[in-house]
């Protein structure tokens, strides 16, 4: 492992992850540079791209098609024109071109949907009954977070509450439901109901934006690394910060399809971006806060072990104790199973050969996608930093310490006992 | 006396931003009388992003808009005004800190950036010219 080279004008750093601290100011991640670990992140953001390329087609096809069906039974049913829709960021007219692979459904997403995990063709509903398929449920569940969390993207979140986002949906609604008195009637009666339920759409968009841009980006990581061409945890970090920013101006928008009419709810005029409205958000609401899981423990709210203030939920992936979460059914579960069925050959092969070999796998899958979330969060530390701070190598000290004081102020929240900065730092947690 | 586009068409250290400011149909504000305080980043400042950032904002102007407009502080205010404050409210709606002289030293700070030269009257305002594209956040 290279040795991180402090900065000789600051004296070293006295927080309690000084090593971290001084990894960061090196340029490196928080996630420890080696072999193993880069195998082991690169490996699970493969088996996480392909169904994240079917999370963010969904989102948008319930957003822009599915739309306020009362009884969407079938919205996990995507359709061709979802699955076949170009991503932005892949194929030949990709701007800019994140990954080279072509920009339709990954293949191996193609083949899961018409196998399922009985590996036989059979019709859609057979597999959805079975569960041979992907976890939207997974989507869902990160969707409501952003959702729920709403500090955490305020200017967002005003647009929704404004006379220009109610009179969008209101056209949209009445479009929707033209020629259905019932539906309409209840509108009337209800309208904050309906409202309610196209902000949730609209979140459903700004997810299913923000994914359509990872996907790619983790494809292409694994490609590189497949080719020899990432060959250190921190240039895969790198490669994360350079694709936050080439991405950062995307605009994040709703658009709604009625009846062959594009109905704008959110439109992209407003100035909304990837980097601001999506990501940041993203990483707060679920990286660090998302909410407990229900199933896996018992919180006591009255004796205060739930906090009173939603900015110190602390229950996201970066703080997940992987052995109760890894129960049936609860959101981060659902995730590692739809990763584990795509994994890398060498990641199958090392689980195996861990002490419970695949007896734990959605144990050890979501350890290995804990450390890989290590290094993304660590992109965008990374991504703030030359945003908001200073180049690493700024001759000025007074921008030195400006930028130790950010990096420490973002591994404070780290302190916390359930933090697993520390378990990351070892090789021996599985 | 020159607007604030009349000044930044002139000098070519800052055809990147004049280039921004045409795609994201900002010339006929900042032409207005205003007045302005302008923070412009020089053609270098543009060039230090990560690759790409620039194509995608100036592909979506209103995207493009709200970083430009960051820049931009409604009133004249020249250094010597700024010794008094530690931020101002941008256009775009949020804030931006600013540090000139704040130690009894020469630094004058945008934000993380540094101007490089300061006070540079227009008809319709004042421009500070900084080294670093400022971003929100």
């Keep these: 492992m290279p040795t991180p080279t402090l900065s000789p004008t600051l004296p070293p750093s006295t927080h309690e992850f000084a090593d971290i601290i001084h990894r960061l100011e090196a340029g490196g991640s928080m996630l420890p540079d080696s072999p193993e670990n880069l195998k082991q992140i690169i490996g699970i953001y493969k088996a996480y791209a392909v169904p994240m390329d079917f999370y963010w087609r ?220 999506a ?83 959605l144990n050890q899958v979501g350890v290995t996608f804990q450390r890989s979330m290590y290094n993304v969060t660590s992109a965008v530390i990374q991504a703030l930093r030359t945003a908001l701070c200073y180049p690493l190598d700024d001759p000025n000290p007074r921008h030195l310490q400006a930028n130790r004081d950010f990096f420490e102020m973002q591994i404070d929240r780290f302190k916390r006992p359930e933090a697993r900065l520390r378990d990351i730092q070892k090789t021996s947690y599985l | 006396m020159a607007n604030i586009v009349e000044i930044a068409l002139g000098n070519k250290d800052f055809s990147t931003l004049v280039a921004a400011v045409q795609a994201a149909d900002l010339v006929e504000a900042l032409q207005s009388p205003g007045p302005f305080t302008v923070f412009a980043p020089v053609n270098d400042a543009f060039a230090k992003l990560p690759p790409g950032t620039v194509q995608t904002l100036v592909e979506n102007p209103p995207q493009l808009a709200r970083i430009l407009k960051f820049h931009v502080v409604a009133g004249r205010w020249t250094q010597a005004d700024l010794k008094a404050q530690t931020q101002l409210d941008s256009l775009e709606g949020s804030p931006i800190p600013v540090r000139c002289h704040a130690d009894g030293g020469d630094d004058f700070e945008v934000k993380n950036a540094t101007v490089v030269a300061a006070d540079i009257e227009a008809s319709n305002g004042i421009i500070h010219v900084i080294d670093t594209v400022i971003l929100m956040g």
């Design chain 1, 58 to 277: 969904d989102l948008l096809y319930i957003a822009e098609r599915v739309f306020l069906n009362p009884l969407p039974a079938f919205k996990y049913f995507i359709s061709k024109d979802y699955l076949d829709r170009p991503n932005a960021y892949a194929g030949e007219a990709g701007s800019p071109r994140v990954w080279r692979g072509e920009d339709d459904a990954h293949p191996e997403l193609r083949e899961f949907i018409a196998q399922g995990e009985a590996g036989r063709k059979l019709p859609r509903i057979m597999h959805h009954l079975w569960h041979g398929r992907i976890n939207m449920e997974f989507a869902e569940a990160c969707m409501q977070s952003m959702y729920w969390h709403e500090d955490i993207n305020p200017r967002f979140n005003a647009y929704l509450d404004s006379d220009d986002y109610k009179a969008n949906a209101d056209k949209a609604i009445r479009a929707y439901f033209k020629g259905n008195p019932a539906m309409l009637g209840l509108y009337k009666l209800f309208p904050e109901v309906f409202l309610e339920k196209v902000k949730q759409l609209s979140y459903y968009s700004n997810l299913g934006l923000f994914w359509e841009v990872m996907a790619p980006v983790f494809f292409e990581m694994s490609d590189l690394y497949d080719e020899g061409k990432l060959t250190t945890v921190p240039e895969a970090m790198d490669f994360l910060v350079n694709g936050i920013f080439a991405v950062a101006g995307r605009p994040i928008y709703h658009q709604v399809f009625i009846k062959g009419e594009c109905y704008e709810i959110i439109p992209k005029s407003e100035g909304f971006t990837w980097l601001y409205e």
């Design chain 1, 279 to 361: 990501a940041l958000p993203y990483v707060e609401a679920i990286f660090y806060r998302t909410a407990p899981f229900r199933g896996t423990k018992s919180y006591n709210a009255q004796a205060n072990e739930v906090p009173r203030d939603q900015a110190d939920f602390h229950y996201g992936i970066l703080y997940a104790d992987l052995f109760p979460v890894g129960s049936a059914g609860i959101p981060p579960t659902l995730l590692m199973q739809d990763m584990m069925h795509f994994l890398p050959d060498y990641l199958v092969e090392m689980y195996q050969a861990n002490s419970r070999g695949e007896d734990d796998i």
